[in-house]
């Protein structure tokens, strides 16, 4: 029996050079502008909720009519810095998400049909093997060693609930 094969594709040297270009530009126009955080400061900084993106979206709009009430202490130039900038990358990590979901999704169906197919190849071997063809038995011997399972280790009941000395025994 044939197997399905998901998907077929496949990239020539100038596609992926292409691609390779493009991955290139972004990060050579990222350079300098991006920054790595530890896990810790992820976990400090966290990412504000779209609820909590329209407050700062509204709190924008009120601070542009009512200039006069945004605080002496606030860098109104740097709040709409941060903001302009915030919204330029969201825009293309959108972009960046769809593209990262759509290799990702390739790469499971091509994952698929690689393991699928070394598995129907490991059956064949080891069939050939019981069959004593020569050669192949040591391609058998190298590829069981992926499903070598490990001994069950016995399950033990538990202990006994100890015994209440406070229980009257019959005499």
């Known amino acids: ?30 350079l300098r502008k991006t920054i790595n955080l530890t896990p810790e400061q992820r976990q400090q900084y966290g990412r504000i909720a ?14 542009e009519q ?3 009430h945004v605080p002496g202490f606030l860098d109104k130039a740097e709040f709409d810095k941060d903001y302009t900038a915030r919204e330029q ?8 998400d769809s593209l990262n979901e759509q290799l990702s ?8 049909d ?5 598995i129907s190849f490991y059956r064949n071997i080891r069939f050939l ?3 004593n063809v020569p050669g192949t038995n040591v391609i ?23 015994a209440d000395n406070n229980d009257s025994q019959p005499g």
């Open 129 to 131: 093997s019981e069959e």
């Open 1 to 30: 029996m044939a197997l399905d094969n998901l998907i077929s594709l496949s990239f020539s040297s100038e596609e992926l050079a292409t691609i390779d270009e493009a991955l290139q530009a972004i990060q050579t126009a990222l």
């Open 105 to 112: 999704d390739t790469k499971v169906l091509l994952d698929h």
């Open 50 to 63: 779209e609820q909590n993106k329209l407050f700062v979206n509204k709190a924008k709009s009120y601070m």
């Open 66 to 68: 009512y200039a006069q």
């Open 89 to 96: 990358i969201e825009q293309r990590l959108q972009r960046l």
């Open 140 to 162: 058998y011997e190298d590829l069981k060693q992926f499903f070598v399972t490990s001994p069950q280790t016995p399950v033990t009941p538990p202990p006994p609930p100890p």
């Open 114 to 118: 690689n393991y699928h197919n070394a």
